[in-house]
């Protein structure tokens, strides 16, 4: 099985929009009330979100294919990182998704390949995220990589603030493939 790394264009918007609300319904939906769900849904997953997103110069968006199927994402982004961020030239993977019939496929571990990849080619030292404590499968797959918790955050889903843990790695200039994390 081929799974395929690219960066997003604007062209990309519409598919990625359906993807990402669908991964991040998948992965939090039974946690969150409807309301709350929707809420950030309409806000976070528009079409005209995603554009915005792929567009923006301190952003990269890097999609996951497998024979032309969108399988998974990965958002990297630059702007301040928190405090509990001590590392040099941060960069923050925003998202890291996966559409749940390709978990355990590979497909995560190539977004984090490309992304870490990514990170480096725009002159990152440390990449750090934001995790839900409440989503132990996706700490441990961090943490696998390398990632360890620093501190913690306020995440606000609709209108419920929930606590993320922030981990944060360095990235060296190794590469990702040749047996990081």
């Known amino acids: 099985m081929s799974i395929s790394v690219r960066p997003a264009t604007a062209a990309d918007a519409s598919r990625l929009s359906q993807l990402a609300a669908a991964t991040f319904r998948e992965t939090f939906e039974g946690e969150n009330t409807p309301e709350d769900m929707a809420r950030y849904l309409a806000a976070s997953f528009t079409p005209e979100r995603q554009t915005a997103e792929i567009s923006d110069p301190a952003g990269t968006v890097l999609l996951a294919e497998h024979d032309a199927e969108l399988v998974g994402y990965a958002h990297l982004t630059s702007g301040p990182a928190p405090a509990a961020v001590q590392g040099t030239a941060p960069l923050e993977l925003k998202r890291l ?7 355990g496929r590979g497909v995560a571990q190539a977004l984090m390949n490309a992304a870490m990849d990514a990170a480096r080619a725009r002159g990152a030292e440390t990449l750090w995220l934001g995790v839900w404590e ?10 696998k990589h390398g990632f360890e918790r620093v501190g913690e955050h ?6 419920d603030p929930q606590t993320d843990w922030i981990l944060a790695r360095p990235l060296g ?3 990702a493939r040749r047996g990081e994390g």
């Open 97 to 103: 998704y996966v559409a749940s019939a390709w978990h």
């Open 154 to 159: 306020t995440f606000v889903l609709g209108a």
């Open 134 to 143: 409440r989503n132990p499968r996706a700490a441990a797959f961090y943490r």
């Open 173 to 175: 200039a190794t590469s």
